[in-house]
């Protein structure tokens, strides 16, 4: 049908006589018939065609979206009725101020017939929801003929000059407000006979803190005065009292409370101790001790059955009172499962032995997971570096330093830990204390520097790049040669060129560089350009390491790759496509194509 409509609407348009006159003032195009001009007109035509037709569609996706926002939505198609007989809305007085819960009925006229129109529902927050370019419209508090007002300046950005009625649409219902302890406190629209306890289930029930016996209502009377009325909703919870479940009437207002903290402490009941789920129960009435530990999740394994103690709220001086919940259930005591009211609190001790206190041990350095671990009070040296992973491979084990923060003397110990496993002397293991750290060292011979050493051992910034398998900026060791950067990169890569190693090196006053290998002539070549080349391929096979120059901080060591040998037939190849280039080039400067 839409189709249809669409062709009608197009046909329309493009039959027009030749003597009629246009005007458009969207398009500011228009013609005045004439015999020689029926070309231009059809033109004229055209584009006014694909402009009604740009409106019809945007009058339709409106149309569109109205209906589906609401399960309520009716849309009506046009017809040949006037705009009095085809809307099936109910008159309301422009005067009346729409609010949350009302439901509006919007149309939209064309050539004096309704052509689109449908329902709206106005959110609890004030507003109704319609689709661009109108958005969401705040009509809280507006009169009938404001919104009608306002919607046509929103559509009258699109559409030119359109014709917009709002009115009230006929409902079954009211509108109450429920707030205070609820979770969904807003404006509901109910019907008629609907009560308390659906009203509340329809907010969401409420909340843990909400006083039920202190619920209010207000309601204005014939004379318009606003009175109050108090129920105890946890009768009709309880007793099924239906006087405490009222029903309610137009513009009552509902408020639930919150409970104070004495009262909301009578409702409940704290366990505490070996139990399954300690913490605060609900308690309506008093239970048996047993009832109320059921409540908790019952006892654990470990519980103590004769050491259960009771503090109830009204006891003399506050003091609590053991229970041995195991006489009751051996039947030695039938007493022993006292009731329990709600305020009470019990503690269920447990027969594990408590444990000993603990406290953080700070390990840094050479071991293979460095953290701050807890261990017990006079764990020693050894045990918090095995709960460290143990030491790694770069580790001083004859000088570990252990930093006493708190008030020992004295504040720093070494300690050679290979004593106590050579001899067994305790003096190399000895007792931390809380917030300790232990540092073990990095050994002299290793080459690569982590950043905590740095405070103890010297090191230098080496830069090594080109064909090296990791190549980077590494902390190494003052005592790091050549050979030692590369192996810590990962060694070159199966492209490298280890005949071309070169240093490039800030010079400090005169040039440095220099040729390992080669004549004086080459170094002085190489004076100026501030790097050193080495051959390191010569330095290895003939076994001289004592030609590898020394490194410095901040020098940068560079790979070159294997220059490509390139064969005859390869040659051949490339003077070949070098030369086709060429003759190609020239053919097309002179214009020959194919």
């Keep these: ?174 509108t109450v407000h429920i707030f205070g302890q609820v979770h969904e406190p807003l404006y509901y629209k109910i019907v008629d006979n609907t009560t308390l306890q659906e009203l509340i289930s329809r907010a969401g029930g409420t909340t843990e803190l909400a006083d039920l016996k202190q619920v209010t209502l207000r309601r204005k009377d014939e004379d318009g005065q606003v009175r109050e009325q108090k129920f105890d909703f946890s009768l009709f919870l309880q007793h099924n009292d239906l006087s405490a479940n009222p029903t309610l009437q137009e513009g009552d207002v509902v408020f639930i409370p919150r409970i104070s903290r004495e009262e909301r402490a009578k409702q409940v009941v704290t366990v505490l101790g070996s139990v399954a789920s300690p913490g605060i129960h609900e308690l309506e009435t008093a239970l048996p001790l047993l009832d109320v530990l059921t409540l908790a999740g019952g006892l654990t394994q470990t519980s103590d059955l004769r050491k259960i103690w009771l503090l109830e709220p009204n ?25 329990v009211a709600p305020g009470a609190a019990i503690f269920v001790e447990s027969t594990q032995l408590p444990q000993e206190p603990n406290f953080n041990i700070n390990v840094v350095g050479q071991v293979r997971s460095p953290g701050s671990y807890r261990v017990p009070e006079n764990a020693r040296l050894l045990d918090v570096i095995f709960k460290a992973g143990g030491f790694s491979e770069s580790s001083r084990m004859d000088e570990v330093n252990i930093l006493h923060t708190a008030p020992h003397s004295p ?129 290895l096979t003939e076994g001289k390491f004592n030609l590898l120059p020394p490194l410095r901080s901040e020098d940068t060591i560079f790979i070159p790759k294997q220059k490509e040998d390139i064969g005859i037939w390869r040659q051949v190849v490339r003077l070949a496509v070098d030369v086709s280039a060429i003759g190609l080039t020239v053919l097309l400067l002179m214009g020959r194509r194919y």
């Design 411 to 539: 504040q720093s110990v070494k300690v050679d830990v290979t004593k106590y496993f050579t001899t067994g002397n305790i003096e190399s293991n000895p007792v931390l204390f809380e917030g300790d750290t232990v540092m073990v060292l990095l050994d002299e011979k290793a080459k690569r520097i982590s950043p905590i050493h740095r405070i103890f051992s010297p090191s230098m910034t080496i830069n090594v790049i080109g064909e090296v398998r990791q190549p980077g900026t590494y902390e190494l060791s003052q005592t790091a040669s050549l050979l030692d950067a590369i192996t810590i990169a990962g060694g070159p890569t199966g492209d490298a060129n280890i005949e071309e190693v070169t240093i490039i090196r800030e010079a400090e006053g005169e040039p440095q560089d220099e040729v390992v290998g080669e004549p004086r002539y080459n170094r002085d070549k190489l004076r100026e350009q501030g790097r050193i080349e080495v051959d390191l391929e010569k330095v």
């Design 315 to 339: 006891s003399p001086n506050y003091a609590p009172r053991q229970i041995a919940l195991s006489d009751f259930l051996t039947g030695s005591d039938p007493n022993a499962n006292p009731v």
């Design 1 to 174: 049908m839409f189709l249809n409509e669409v062709k009608s609407f197009f046909v329309k348009s493009i039959i027009q006589t030749k003597n009629d006159v246009v005007i458009h003032n969207h398009s500011n195009l228009y013609y005045q018939g004439g015999s020689n001009s029926y070309m231009r007109q059809f033109f004229c035509h055209l584009h006014l065609s694909f402009i009604r037709l740009y409106h019809f569609v945007i009058l339709t996706s409106i149309s569109i979206a109205i209906f589906h926002a609401s399960p309520l939505v009716y849309g009506l198609e046009s017809s040949d009725a006037s705009p009095q007989t085809s809307t099936p809305i109910t008159t309301v007085h422009q005067e009346y101020a729409v609010g949350p819960g009302d439901t509006l009925y919007i149309a939209v006229f064309n050539r004096g017939q309704e052509y689109l129109g449908g329902v709206v529902p106005v959110g609890p927050d004030g507003t109704i929801s319609l689709p661009p370019p109108l958005g969401i419209l705040n009509v809280d508090g507006l009169t009938i003929a404001q919104i009608q007002e306002l919607v046509t300046t929103r559509l009258s950005e699109t559409i030119i000059n359109p014709k917009v009625t709002v009115s009230i649409r006929a409902f079954e219902g009211f």
